[in-house]
């Protein structure tokens, strides 16, 4: 019998935002599907629904025809449910072997796990993905391609009816897409149904037999892959009303400066000859996928890459910049995107993670001035309207839009004259949202040049004065606000792959 799978006026709400609205169709067994839309257009939202992690405002879904309801991941993966998402969530101590057999490991009579067997199993399955891992490998030691594919083959291995990968391949080569394409095809012809969530058209046109389009939460269209392209699918995507938020923000043409830095053919091992320019009081955008390369090119600018060929001008003259304190000591700061990775000191105080970087500003007589830190602290706190009871509380206990704001403070303590932001409101709700924007605003205003690095394009498109757009690791075009359309971003970054 042929696996269906049909989703009936899913709606999901949070806090009264609406993530999906009345989200209805109806997909097979043996077909490819991508899930295709910009970022927050709701298919995450869907698929962790499907997965029990979220459960629905309203709306059903039908497996084979029955009605289902999973109240939590693992009821999902019973059911022969499984997400593959773009980076594995626990790297493990077990092996590959262990893994993939999880839950029904062989044992012997004597109820001792049979390794022997175990080991033999395994190797059937990845010869038959011909994929270059043991099966005694352990899962942390292998390269997160060949995690992501064991999760595919556990999932083979479970039987499962459908499985979905949540934008898949944002960090994977070109070889390791074509292998995980093959094990891709060959869950197609065991009938599995696929659901397929890429920004990658080429991709999609690769492997997917049809294509769904999500617009701001809503079922916007489906097509069959072989009768559509690039352009179709993008004028699809688009077309949302950027409303007026937005207005207030904006620098006016003739207010910005002259030129604070300036790239010429940058490469690294990361970027490709990247041209740019940033001025003062000028907020520049660099949209592009995820993976496209920005973060790359921040990172050479910021010294965490080092430069092959290629010339950084700052104020007009050339600068080499070849660890982190260069380039804090040339005026430029980082805001990086990974708040909980890189950014704060969770067990620190809100007052010490903000002082963090500028402690040598605050010594008197070489020994750090309380006094200075706290008022720090404090001006932090008022100029940012940083929401907290005390200067003292741990800042894990803050809210991550507050969390932002203090990254953003100690940043703002060294006094830079170029700040990279890199996804500075990823994560934050749209009240936090709505302020970064305005410090921006305000920065940039005051002369700092701005580096922008945003996923969102009505952020991108509301907050900057020139939009570079990214595609493997190159800049392929650059955009005037006044210009600027989602259509015409997203058309460079999305079509034309090489
Ligand atoms: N846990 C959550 N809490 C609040 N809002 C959320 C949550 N998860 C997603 N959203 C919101 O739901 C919308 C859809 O997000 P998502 O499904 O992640 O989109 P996509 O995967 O298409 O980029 C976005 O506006 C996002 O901010
Ligand atoms: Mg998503």
Redesign the pocket.
């Known amino acids: 019998m042929e696996h269906t799978l049909e989703f009936k006026n899913i709606t999901m709400e949070?806090s009264g935002?609406k993530?999906l609205s009345n989200m209805s169709f109806e997909i097979n067994g043996g077909e490819i599907v991508a899930l295709l839309?910009e970022?927050?257009?709701?298919?995450?939202?869907l698929l962790k629904i499907l997965n029990g992690d979220y459960t629905q405002t309203s709306g059903d879904y039908f497996i084979d025809g029955n009605k289902c309801f999973f109240k939590s991941p693992r009821e999902a993966i019973e059911a022969g449910i499984s997400i593959i998402y773009q980076e594995r969530q626990i790297i493990d101590e077990v092996t590959v072997a262990e893994n993939i057999f999880i839950g029904h490991l062989p044992t012997s009579k004597t109820n001792i796990i049979d390794y022997k067997k175990l080991y033999k199993d395994t190797e059937k399955i990845i010869e038959q993905f011909e994929i270059p891992i043991k099966p005694t490998d352990k899962v942390k030691d292998i390269s997160i391609a060949h995690q992501q594919m064991v999760e595919v083959m556990k999932a083979y291995n479970r039987n499962i009816k459908i499985i979905a990968f949540d934008e898949p391949t944002a960090s994977l080569s070109d070889k390791e897409v074509t292998a995980l394409f093959k094990i891709i095809n060959i869950l197609k012809e065991k009938g599995k149904i696929i659901l397929y969530v890429s920004h990658r058209l080429k991709e999609i046109f690769e492997i997917c037999d049809r294509v769904i389009v999500?617009k701001d939460?809503e079922y916007v269209a489906k097509r069959d892959s072989n009768k559509t392209n690039s352009e179709e699918l993008v004028r699809l995507m688009v077309g949302r009303d950027l409303g007026d938020i937005f207005d207030s923000y904006k620098i006016p043409k003739e207010g910005i400066g002259k030129t604070v830095i300036e790239v010429e053919n940058l490469t690294t091992k990361h970027v490709n000859n990247a041209s740019f320019y940033i001025r003062e009081r000028e907020v520049v955008g660099f949209s592009g996928l995820v993976g496209s390369g920005r973060t790359e090119v921040a990172n050479a600018i910021f010294g965490v890459d080092k430069k092959i060929s290629g010339i950084i001008k700052i104020n007009g003259q050339e600068v080499n910049i070849k660890s982190v304190e260069d380039a804090l000591s040339k005026g430029i700061c980082m805001c990086p995107e990974d708040r909980k990775g890189q950014g704060i000191v969770p067990i620190c105080s809100l007052k010490e993670n903000i002082s963090m970087i500028s402690l040598k500003m605050l010594c008197k007589f070489g020994i750090i001035s309380k006094k200075l830190e706290e008022k720090l602290a404090i001006d932090s706190i008022s100029m940012l309207n940083i929401k907290t009871s005390d200067i003292h509380k741990k800042i894990m206990f803050l809210s991550g839009g507050n969390q932002q704001k203090a990254i953003l403070s100690r940043v703002l303590a060294a006094k830079p004259n170029i700040l990279i932001l890199d996804e500075p409101t990823k994560g934050i709700d749209v009240g936090a949202k709505l302020e970064i924007y305005k410090i921006i605003y305000e920065l940039a205003k005051n002369g700092m040049a701005i580096f922008l690095i945003s996923s969102e394009l009505p952020e991108v498109m509301g907050i900057s004065n020139r939009i570079y757009v990214m595609q493997n690791a190159t800049i392929v075009g650059e955009i005037d606000r006044d210009e600027a359309s989602e259509e015409k971003i997203l058309s460079l970054a999305m079509t034309h792959e090489k």
């Not at 970022?39 to 939202?45: E, F, I, L, R, V």
């Open positions: 949070f935002i993530a839309g970022n927050g257009a709701g298919k995450s939202t999500f939460g």
